[in-house]
């Protein structure tokens, strides 16, 4: 999945992960351009999960 798609389906992303993971916040999951690693740092903190077991999770869903 590339940049376009990801950002093209975001909403979706977003909503699913603060369901799966009730810690993280909307500050956690916005998404701005150019700031993407930073926003899966967050998340790696949020869920204890690896940046690339994140990126999987995100292209799944």
Request: glycine fraction near 10%.
């Amino acid at each position: 999945m590339n940049k376009m798609e990801l950002e093209g389906k975001w909403n979706q992303v977003k909503g699913k992960f603060k369901q799966k993971y009730g810690e993280v916040s909307d500050d956690d999951v916005t998404f701005s351009e150019g700031k993407f690693d930073e926003m899966l740092g967050r998340l790696q903190e949020k869920t204890g999960k690896s940046k690339e077991e994140l990126k999987k999770e995100i292209e799944s869903l």
